[in-house]
């Protein structure tokens, strides 16, 4: 066995720029509860600090989408942290 020890790193990470209107999106579609439903989408790349969707939309991302439902709303953080909440 062998322990190591010492002081981590400092984290060298810069908070998101603060949200300057809207994110870019387009419309889109899905099915949801059997039906088709118009949704926004939105690259996360493109969200900044402080913006706010409503559902339905969708958040894509290279390497998975995040499904926001209608009744739900989601708040970008000064990390780029996804809260979604029920409305």
């Known amino acids: 066995r062998a322990v190591v020890e010492g002081s981590p790193r400092p984290l060298a990470h810069a908070p998101l720029p603060e949200a ?37 939309a969708l958040v ?12 739900w709303r989601l708040d970008v953080d000064t990390w780029g942290s996804l809260h979604l909440t029920r409305t």
């Not at 088709?36 to 706010?52: I, N, P, S």
């Not at 894509?60 to 009744?71: D, F």
């Open 20 to 56: 300057e209107g809207p994110p870019a999106s387009e419309a889109g579609a899905v099915f949801h509860e059997g039906r088709q439903v118009a949704v926004e989408k939105v690259w996360r790349r493109d969200l900044r600090q402080g913006h706010t969707l409503l559902g339905p």
């Open 60 to 71: 894509m991302e290279y390497s998975s989408t995040t499904w926001l439902p209608p009744g």
